[in-house]
């Protein structure tokens, strides 16, 4: 999808723009004599607080519940600026739910929590909740993201998605079959090298492992993860016994050798010798931002396929592709959990988007492709229903 070329933008045209605050809350109904105030309020506001009181599932229908998301952070993994807090970080939340009501219509209110502490955020998140239908994670640094997450799904009847996790490798996945498609490629097949065990690098892992990939590496700072290395925390221990069949160790040089995927999720840095020791024509998803693992330069020299973390770039993996309607398809289905095949019916919605027109500068698609939303959320709400994990109103099945 084409989009018009802007010409530089200013600092002061980005401080501007964000004087006042990015979001609004407006009423959906007018308030111009006293039968409206009547109406929406006092009185007739207390035969709804009854009704739901006798079935609280009717929240749903006569609340914004059904159609709002709460966008929180910590402030701890703020974009690539790192543990900046919660003020500090109340900015990307705000920009968030704007995604949220662009691309899926639904309502969305950023909270920056004070706290640190994966306790005391569980149990705030756990007492905001009646105020929502959903809960979308962000920006929360690991591993403690993956256990703020787990316990507030096990807690909660709404649906939890941490989509520093999940929404970076479902479009990751997204890119990658149509990438082997492209290039004549099975998942299947692939020797796939992670750079990077953090809240990406984990959810990109499991997801590819999900979708049929055998052979993941991962890599961190360290080097490759393997069961006989130390330290391993909790969940690199869960990922060293479900990745690196053939039992590789060393540096992520090892692990590169003869691989035809990388996929970085990480701060690190490959040079033209790494790269070409791959092999011939792999497919390179560099996505640290700004500045990639994999130069642009080398990479369109060496890679079949090329995708970065930049919009300026061919490619990019943007998370906006996948959140919005995972979280409508979820909120339509009345989902209580997102599940794998929820996931993976999001990855396949979003490259069957690019699949009529593929390209190497085009696996995936535009940020801005207004196909994309609306893709996805059909796909999730069908596999929602499907899905006896999801908690999700079954599938009506037609009379024989």
């Known amino acids: 999808m084409d989009t018009e070329k802007v010409g530089a933008i200013t600092d002061e045209e980005i401080f501007r723009a964000h004087e006042g605050g990015k979001l609004i ?10 039968r409206d105030l009547s109406i929406a309020y006092t009185p007739g506001v207390a035969q709804v607080c009854e009704a739901i009181h006798d079935d609280p ?19 701890t993994a703020v974009l690539g600026l790192g543990d900046i807090g919660p003020r ?22 950023p909270l920056a929590l004070d706290t640190t502490d994966p306790d005391e955020l569980v149990a705030t998140i756990a007492r905001l909740a009646p105020s929502f239908g959903g809960i979308n994670l962000e920006d929360i640094s690991a591993p403690r993201c993956f256990e703020i997450e787990r316990r507030l799904d096990e807690m909660l009847d709404i649906p939890v998605f941490h989509d520093d996790q999940h929404g970076t490798a479902i479009v990751i996945l997204a890119g990658l079959r149509n990438a082997c498609k492209l290039t004549g490629r099975e998942l299947k097949d692939l020797r796939v090298v992670i750079s990077g065990a953090g809240a990406a690098g984990v959810a990109t892992t499991r997801m590819l492992l999900d979708a049929g990939v055998a052979d993941v590496v991962v890599c961190d700072s360290r080097g490759i993860i393997h069961p006989g290395r130390e330290p ?43 790269v ?5 024509g792999p497919i390179l998803f560099s996505l640290a931002n700004p500045s990639p693992e994999i130069p642009q330069e080398i990479a369109l020299r060496h890679g079949s396929v090329v995708a970065t973390g930049r919009s300026d770039y061919p490619n990019q993996i943007n998370n ?3 959140f919005p309607g995972i979280f409508k398809g979820a909120l339509g289905a009345g989902a209580k959990h997102i599940t794998r095949n929820m996931k993976l019916a999001a990855a396949r919605a979003i490259a069957e988007v690019a699949a009529a027109d593929l390209a190497p500068d085009q696996v995936i698609p535009s940020a801005l492709d207004p196909r994309v939303a609306p893709a996805v959320t059909a796909a999730v709400e069908v596999a929602a229903r499907n899905d006896r994990f999801s908690g999700a109103r079954r599938a009506t099945r037609a009379k024989d």
């Open 320 to 322: 906006v592709l996948a």
């Open 88 to 109: 500090a970080g109340l900015p990307v939340m705000e920009g968030k739910a704007q995604l949220f009501g662009r691309f899926a219509g639904i309502n969305a209110i």
């Open 25 to 34: 809350t407006a009423s959906t109904l007018p308030l111009d004599s006293p």
């Open 57 to 75: 599932a009717l929240a749903r229908k006569y609340t914004w519940t059904g159609g709002n998301v709460a966008v929180i952070t910590d402030g």
């Open 276 to 280: 070409a020791a791959m092999a011939e």
């Open 232 to 274: 391993l925390n909790e969940v690199k221990r869960d990922i060293a016994g479900m990745t690196n069949p053939r039992g590789l160790t060393g540096d992520i040089r090892v692990a590169l050798a003869g691989a035809d995927t990388f996929i970085g999720v990480s701060a690190g840095h490959l040079g033209e010798d790494d």
